[in-house]
């Protein structure tokens, strides 16, 4: 199935009322993402996206693909469904080593097993800090390691158009580091964020308030300066983060030397 759109139509919110936002369409290469307080309801949107949504499900709202109902086929059929879901939770129940559990998926796929799995390793170990070897077992990898893997997995082996991501800030990963590599695949990808880069870097993000989409805003050119200063604050608390894990000694003339670095002290 070729893929150019994807329509949610509003339901209705906690308090049973309709949805401000009647309808939001997602197009390819559309980086977009779901932001909103805890307990909000962005959770259970990427689940109406996954799920297809047909007025079945708690929140009423409907989700079409290329302006239409999804066929059975995109549910029933693995291999033909065009979203893929990288979650919170990531507990394997299978101890495959992490070649034979990528092998699999590729032979599913009909990839050629050996470059797809050099190509999916490859984009992982750009999101982690400890690379992932081909011969641990799946069980073994770290949170951020599995969750690095599975978006690798998803978007190389599985090709698969439409990428939900559930709070991968909360995984370990670099951040930016993952935007700007999927920026280079064309696809759309939601992500479910409280960091405020993820959601300035986005092309636009949906506001979930009281279960309801409350707004969706464009990220226009200030947000975009916002989003670069932020950006030299992370890359600061990131490498300050890396020198504990190496186990360096923080000292008040590294943090003056990384500040001037970073642009805020002359």
């Known amino acids: 199935m070729t893929i150019a759109d994807l329509t ?14 009647s309808e939001i369409t997602l197009r390819m290469g ?37 302006g239409e109902s999804a066929e059975e086929s995109c549910s029933s059929d693995p ?10 939770h990531t507990n394997f ?19 050629e097993g050996g470059e797809a799995i050099r190509e999916t390793l490859g984009f992982a170990n750009k999101l982690t800090g400890e690379p992932i070897i081909r011969t641990s077992a799946m069980t073994e990898l770290s949170g951020g390691q599995t969750r690095a893997l599975l ?6 082996i599985g090709n698969s158009p439409i990428v939900l991501l559930d709070e991968i800030e909360n995984a370990g990963i670099h951040r930016t580091r993952a935007l700007e590599l999927l920026k280079e695949y064309r696809k759309i990808f939601v992500f479910v964020t409280h960091d405020p880069r993820i ?25 975009g300066r916002v989003a670069a200063e932020l950006r030299k604050m992370d890359d600061l608390i990131l490498d300050f983060r890396n020198r504990i894990r190496l186990g360096e000694r923080l000292t008040e003339n590294v943090l003056e030397e990384q500040m001037k670095a970073c642009g805020y002290l002359t």
């Open 30 to 66: 559309d980086i977009v993402s779901i932001v909103g307080p805890t307990g909000c309801g962005k959770t259970t949107l990427i689940n109406d996206i996954e799920l297809f949504a047909n007025r079945n499900t708690p929140s009423g709202r409907r989700v079409l693909i290329n």
């Open 8 to 21: 949610v139509t509003g339901g209705r919110g906690k308090d049973g009322r309709a949805e401000p936002v």
């Open 79 to 88: 291999a033909r469904n065009p979203i893929a879901l990288i979650s919170q």
């Open 151 to 156: 978006i690798a997995d998803a978007v190389v």
């Open 199 to 223: 959601a300035l870097l986005s092309d636009y993000r949906v506001v979930m308030r009281n279960g309801a989409m409350q707004e969706v805003i464009l990220t226009g050119k200030e947000e």
């Open 93 to 111: 129940l299978s101890d495959l080593p992490v070649e034979d559990f990528l092998s699999i998926h590729a032979t599913v796929r009909a990839h």
